[in-house]
């Protein structure tokens, strides 16, 4: 399946200058949208995952039902203030603000193997969190999966060792 046939391309959003590829095609289309899961959960049981992290708030559109999926546990990589447990965090820096990302001291196992799933890889800065989140655990990351990977924004070793999919790239 051609997933790019789903994603739309939104100028000047969410400021002047961005390219934004729009992925909720993909959401609106049961078949679009299973074919990614299954795509994750595929990536998932290859690295032999644990349990998924994903970001708020696109990346839990995909992670939560990839976790369901795979049976897997799926932990939310929350914005400042959300989690009402001691939660451990980490500060980075998008392509166009500042952000933080929190998830629960008590969540993972330092003997979890945690795969990260998100949306859109751009300069890396949110995954780069949830790695920095997930050894504060003392668990490995074993891997990333993204929907849509921008290969102009960032390197070929963006996250230092830890390898990485993308179902598209552009």
Known sequence: MDLKNFVLDVNDFPKPGILFKDVTPILNNAEAFKFTIDEIVKYAKEKKADVIVGSEARGFIFAAPAAYAAGLRFIPARKPGKLPRPAHNQSYELEYNDSN??????????????????????????????????????????????????????GDDVFDGVEYKSILKY
Not at 102 to 117: E, G, M, N, Q, Y
Not at 121 to 147: D, N, P, R, S
């Open 101 to 154: 990302l929190s998830i629960h001291k008590d969540d993972i196992k330092p003997t979890d193997r945690v795969l990260i799933v998100d949306d859109l890889l751009a300069t890396g800065g949110t995954v780069k969190a949830q790695i920095e989140l997930v050894k504060m655990t003392g668990a490995t990351t074993v891997g990333a999966i993204f929907l849509i990977d921008l290969i102009d924004l960032h």
